[in-house]
């Protein structure tokens, strides 16, 4: 019986910091790159569905997701913490430490949850409010927004399970956990939103419904994995003892990484409210092309997030130029991968489009805002890569640094330029934020290859 115990779990325990570099980043970033991959498909799938009720309530939850975005960015943020200090621990072989690390995660979770809820019991209708939109999308948006804060306690516990897992150096056990969630979200979606079968039709609320239900379980999955021993990490409540200087040096590393996610997020709103006077087509569009964008960059991404888990475990194993090789590898091989997405995009944007909405005037928006935006897909490499690796070290202030000056510096002033003194109109505003992100990919380049990030302590 014992070694049945411990055969399943023999392949977590592979040593990342030793062998082939292109073997190890394939082994752990394919299953993160599925896992990216689901977890977009379901909001993906869901405007689908919701474009099927016409252009404001496509409008209202398009926006309600970015507010989303920008609170989950928050949590996202903290996470980094955790992320940095368990890969580190277990490059040093300390498991022990990497243990401890992800109990005091639950708490930080457990608090945000709880903060988010009330947010969003309270001020749904006022955050939407001020972004202008008409009545018609404001009633669908504060709908979809409203639960989705609420129910931010299952996506807290699903975020925080797979991120655990991710750090320790099991990609794989996230990875199933989300096929089975998210195929199951896929099935429930038009059940809830049209009322089929023995369902009550509830419109834009069944869509984010069917989000939190499905996370919830996901979450759930993922703690008992954990809890249960079926992961690298072995977590307890055996002896559990709240570890306030450990919360708070995990918070520490966060907090600049989720300043970073909160600017992306904040300055995204502030590029809608440019977008909002050219009307609910141009809102529509906009929208769509976030949704289309994340899900054409998310398989990449596993990526990076790979390179920023090896890079901490090298970097805790004392291994500082494996780990910097292993970002450069991972930029090369994502850039591969955005230039072949670029060139389907490029040939047959329309093919992409009409698959959520096939409206004149929102389609030819929508067009033009995804060919401009290959130019951020072929520089994306550089930027998402290279902030995962230098998040995933725990030199976190770096990225928030970056962001906010090529966001506030860069795009918000060219946004506003562009879209009301040129005759670009508001596709000033898509041309503002790809020349931001060439800037903040030179940025990145060169502070990486200064190598100060190989020092930082965490």
């Known amino acids: 019986m014992e070694e049945g115990k411990r055969g399943p779990r023999r392949r977590f325990d592979k040593d990342l910091t030793r062998g082939s570099l292109l073997g190890n980043l394939w082994s752990l970033s394919w299953p993160m790159m599925v896992t990216q991959t689901i977890t977009t498909l379901g909001p993906t799938i869901d405007m689908i569905w919701v474009g099927k009720l016409g252009a404001a309530s496509m409008a209202g939850v398009g926006v309600s997701g970015m507010v989303v975005t920008l609170v989950s960015s928050v949590r996202t943020g903290l996470q980094t913490g955790t992320r940095a200090i368990i890969s580190r ?14 109990n005091q995660s639950v708490v930080i979770s457990i608090l945000f949850a709880i903060v988010t809820a009330i947010i969003g019991l309270f001020l749904s209708r006022q955050m939407l409010q001020a972004l202008g939109l008409a009545p018609d999308a404001l009633a669908e948006g504060t709908a979809y927004l409203r639960i989705q804060l609420v129910g931010m306690v299952t996506m807290s516990f699903q975020m925080l399970s797979q991120s655990l897992m991710q750090a320790s150096g099991d990609s794989q056990t996230p990875m199933r956990i989300s096929l089975a969630t998210r195929f199951f979200h896929i099935a429930l979606a038009p059940f809830l939103i049209f009322g089929w079968w023995i369902f009550p039709r509830l419109g834009v609320s069944g869509a984010a419904l069917t989000g ?23 977590l307890s409540m055996k002896n559990f003892r709240f570890d306030w200087k450990m919360i708070w040096r995990i918070t520490k590393i966060g907090i600049p990484a989720s300043l970073t996610g909160t600017e992306r997020s904040s300055a995204n709103l502030l590029v809608m409210w440019f977008i909002v006077p050219f009307g609910t087509a141009a809102i529509a569009a906009h929208a769509l092309m976030e949704r289309v964008d994340n899900f054409i960059r998310m398989p990449a991404m596993g990526l990076g997030n790979a390179a920023g888990v090896l890079a901490g475990q090298n970097l805790g194993a004392k291994q500082p130029e494996r780990a910097e090789k292993t970002a450069w590898l991972a930029v090369g091989l994502f ?24 409206e004149p005037e929102l389609l030819a928006t929508a067009v033009t805002f995804l060919q401009i935006q290959i130019i951020h897909f072929l520089v994306s490499g550089f930027t998402l890569v290279l902030m995962s690796t230098l998040n995933g070290v725990g030199d976190t202030w770096a990225p928030t640094l970056n962001t906010l000056v090529t966001l506030w510096g860069v795009q918000m002033p060219l946004a506003y330029l562009l879209s009301r003194f040129s005759t670009l109109g508001v596709f000033g505003v898509r041309w503002a ?19 100060r990030w190989k020092t930082k302590e965490v």
């Open 433 to 451: 934020m790809v020349i931001a992100v060439v800037v903040r990919a030179a940025v990145y380049v060169v502070y990486f290859k200064m190598g």
């Open 335 to 358: 850039t591969g991968v955005m230039f072949a997405i670029s060139v389907i995009v490029w040939f047959w944007p329309e093919s992409v489009i009409s698959v959520f909405n096939t």
């Open 89 to 102: 621990s277990i490059g040093a072989g300390d498991k022990d430490a990497a243990n401890h690390v992800a």
């Open 212 to 234: 939190v239900i499905s996370q919830g379980i996901a979450g759930a999955l993922g703690m008992w994995m954990l809890y249960s021993g079926r992961t690298r990490l072995r």
